[in-house]
């Protein structure tokens, strides 16, 4: 990306994707690489939510002597839309520098043991400043507040559990924060760009993330803290989605500094990923949601996607019809009996979940179709999470908001092949790819990422585990799923009929309504 500014170009990395490498540009710049983003009301403390977003994907954790880090002339941010208006109306954004306690005279990131977080022999460590930011102005929530290092290893650091808890940091205003290192939590196996698990759905069951870790930001703060108005009784629903920027440079003085450039961006996952065409990426990342619905390239690859096409042509399944308002409703409006689809027609998936126009206090005039993930806070958390969300009748999974345990790459391969409007899942794919949870459990206290692996991941296990290693984190205690999300359930029921899944349908009273039609 170039722009100029008084006859002075500036110029950045553009790296401009998300989501584990997807971009052309990103896989150049992986500390600005935004990889997931996650939304849940949280099980302990169900009067907050949680909100978590990753970067630096496929971190070995093998990886010094400099091992992993934020970079430092970068915003990371989560942005919050809850009008409806496809722009930020609260932005959370965490600014890292570097404590570098090194002189010259040493290679290693800790010369001894490392207990604390300020234990001297941990020679580097960064610390950050959380902003919140709004239109009425900005305001400090945390400063100075130090990431956890990343896990060198048991002898290094043989309690990682305690330097995870250490780093969890009170906000102001209520909440809690983290930043540091944590296992990758998105599970899948990424063969799927192998002609769609090998041609002949043989490779499967693999989690390729399995044993690398990711950068993550985590923070919790009340409901009403997000809601338009501070009612999140009155409007529930939030759009979210991650941003990072880097300070461009000055190419006639050669000097870093510049103003700060979008690089990447990511609300839903596998979205730039699956829609976009390869030579649209790019721009998706440098833009912003209130862009998508101008976007004519954005839109006709929803409403016309490609890999239905494709599974069309390598299974023989044939492809839903088109236009695919279905998907118009789940990544560009949210879902809901009088979304505004873009052709004016009636919104195919008659149930009201996770669209702004919902909110009491939302002008539906100004109303603007934007790429988000969108979260309704007041669905209730309840004992029995299904991993397939809403296509699972479990109202408070993806694509409303999206939990750790949520199974995306399954969810998405089914609503790509119409099963969000027909209500019936394709039994040709109705194993996705056979990855069904993460390869280690999440936790149930905030911030509920698994601790990082210590484990080479060519010492993985074909099971997912690590051989000889401790998972999840160097000599601590892993976290336990006991007390994770438990997920609200109605709206029909995935029975589960040896190696197949048979939608039973039904309605439950939980303030949520659905209709599902045919597309034929």
């Known amino acids: 990306m170039v722009a100029s500014t008084g006859g002075t170009a500036l110029v950045t990395e553009v790296a401009d994707a998300s989501s584990h490498r997807e971009a052309p ?39 010094g002597p400099n091992f992993y880090f934020f970079q430092t002339d970068a915003h990371y941010d989560i942005n919050i839309d809850n009008d409806g208006d496809a722009v930020a109306d609260l932005t959370y954004r965490w600014v890292f520098t570097n404590d570098d306690k090194r002189d010259g005279t040493t290679f290693l990131y800790n010369n001894g043991v490392v207990n604390n977080l300020n234990d001297p022999t941990l020679l580097f460590k960064q610390r950050y400043t959380l902003t919140e930011i709004t239109e009425k102005g900005s305001r400090e929530l945390v400063k100075d507040a130090i990431v956890a290092p990343s896990d060198v290893g048991p002898a290094s650091m043989p309690n990682y559990g305690q330097l995870r808890s250490q780093a969890v940091t009170p906000v102001d205003g209520g909440g809690l924060t983290y930043a540091g290192q944590a296992e990758d939590p998105f599970f899948l196996d990424l063969r799927v760009f192998d002609l769609i698990y090998g041609a002949n759905l043989s490779e499967r069951g693999q989690d390729t993330l399995a044993g690398y870790n990711v950068q993550s930001v985590a923070l919790q703060v009340p409901k009403s803290a997000l809601a338009l108005n501070g009612d999140d009784a009155k409007n529930p629903v939030v759009g979210i989605w991650s941003a990072t920027s880097k300070a461009s440079i000055d190419v006639k003085d050669s000097k870093d500094g510049g103003e700060q450039v979008q690089v990447s961006r990511l609300g839903n996952p596998l979205v730039n990923e699956l829609v976009p065409a390869a030579n649209q990426k790019d721009a998706f990342n440098a833009s912003t949601p209130a862009d998508d619905a101008t976007n004519q390239a954005l839109v006709n690859r929803v409403l016309t996607p490609e890999l239905p096409q494709v599974i069309q042509a390598i299974y023989g399944i044939p492809a839903p019809a088109t236009p695919r308002n279905d998907l118009v409703e789940i990544f560009l409006t949210g879902i809901a009996k009088n979304a505004p689809t873009l052709d004016g027609s009636t919104p195919p998936i008659q149930a009201d979940l996770n669209s702004q126009i919902l909110n009491g206090d939302v002008d539906p005039k100004n109303f603007v179709p934007s790429e988000e993930l969108r979260l309704n806070m007041s669905v209730p958390v309840t004992a029995n999470p299904n991993r397939l969300g809403v296509l699972g009748g479990d109202f408070q999974g993806f694509p409303n908001g999206r939990r750790l345990a949520d199974d995306v790459v399954d969810i998405e391969l089914q609503a790509f092949e119409g099963a969000a409007q027909t209500g019936v899942l394709v039994p040709a794919l109705a194993a996705g790819d056979k990855v069904n949870t993460n390869n280690v459990p999440f936790g149930s206290t905030f911030p509920y990422l698994a601790l990082p692996s210590n484990v080479a991941v060519n010492q993985i296990d074909v099971d997912g585990m690590p051989s000889g290693g401790v998972p999840g984190g160097a000599g601590g205690t892993a976290p336990t799923a006991t ?6 359930s109605g709206l029909g029921a995935v029975a589960f009929l040896g190696a197949g899944f048979v939608l039973a349908r039904r309605r439950q009273q939980i303030g949520l309504t659905s209709t599902p039609i045919s597309t034929n």
């Open 25 to 63: 540009l990103i896989a150049g710049d992986p500390k600005v690489d935004n990889t997931d983003v996650y939304a849940f009301v949280s099980p302990d403390k169900q009067d907050t939510v949680t909100l978590i977003a990753n970067w630096l994907p496929f971190q070995e954790p093998n990886g």
């Open 483 to 488: 007390g994770w999300v438990r997920i609200a």
